[in-house]
């Protein structure tokens, strides 16, 4: 079955540390998202990419860095310079990024605590 | 700039009862307008969604939702919910390309 994999799904991270999470795909889709979900704040967007070697800062991307080397990986690395990096973190990939009206698929999410 | 809202934080119903989450969007280009849910323990998925066409969409599991271009307005809609429903349920708008915005979350509880 085609789908979303985050890996991995609890992570600890001591202060300091920057931490890398995993999303991979195998949609075939071109376009990948990372959000951060937080209680009663819904989604909010930390980087996109529509296609392989290129990304875009979403709303919230400051302590955040992202890779796309290959079209079914977009990992998101937490650095130490996010002050607030407790979260729940979701990956999601569409067919492609334009036009807009084409329905995200969602992988299993990564929750990150800081010891 | 685009933002959703999500009147309902917490809904909590029994069985059988009638449901309508409130969503309204502000964008005034073309929108494309999603609903996702989010059961307990499972990953976000597509309830329903509007791009264009008959305003009233039907989705998954006995769910639709009238997109109301006048009042900026997609509600979600059930007539009668089951304990299954049990789920945080989001609003989401895509105006601007490439981007999707979403609600607050809407946290459902269907007690038997």
């Known amino acids: 079955d085609g789908g979303i994999t985050q890996s991995p799904k609890y992570l600890f991270r001591k202060e300091g540390q920057n931490v890398t999470l995993s999303c991979e795909q195998n949609?075939?889709?071109?376009?990948m998202y990372w959000y951060r979900q937080d209680p009663g704040q819904g989604l909010r967007l930390i980087y996109y990419s529509q296609i392989v070697n290129d990304f875009q800062k979403g709303d919230i991307a400051e302590g955040y860095s992202v890779s796309r080397e290959k079209k079914e990986s977009f990992p998101l690395t937490v650095t130490s310079a996010q002050k607030n990096p407790t979260a729940f973190y979701l990956c999601?990939?569409?067919?492609?990024?334009?036009?807009?009206?084409?329905?995200?698929?969602f992988g299993d999410g990564t929750r990150l605590s800081i010891l | 700039a685009q933002s959703v809202s999500q009147h309902n934080h917490h809904v909590i119903l029994s069985e059988a009862a009638s449901l309508e989450l409130g969503c309204n969007y502000s964008?005034?280009?073309?929108?494309?307008l999603f609903w996702y849910v989010q059961y307990p323990g499972q990953h976000l998925q597509l309830l329903l969604k509007y791009f264009s066409g008959d305003p009233l969409v039907k989705g998954i599991k006995g769910f639709e939702a009238e997109f109301i271009k006048s009042k900026f307005s997609f509600n979600l809609r059930k007539p009668s919910v089951q304990w299954s429903d049990t789920a945080e349920y989001f609003c989401?708008?895509?105006?601007?390309?490439?981007?999707?915005?979403f609600g607050t979350g809407t946290r459902l509880q269907v007690f038997p």
């Open positions: 999601a990939s569409s067919p492609n990024g334009r036009g807009g009206n084409q329905p995200q698929h």
């Open positions: 964008y005034g280009g073309t929108v494309n």
């Open positions: 949609l075939n889709h071109d376009a």
């Open positions: 989401a708008v895509n105006g601007a390309p490439d981007k999707l915005i």
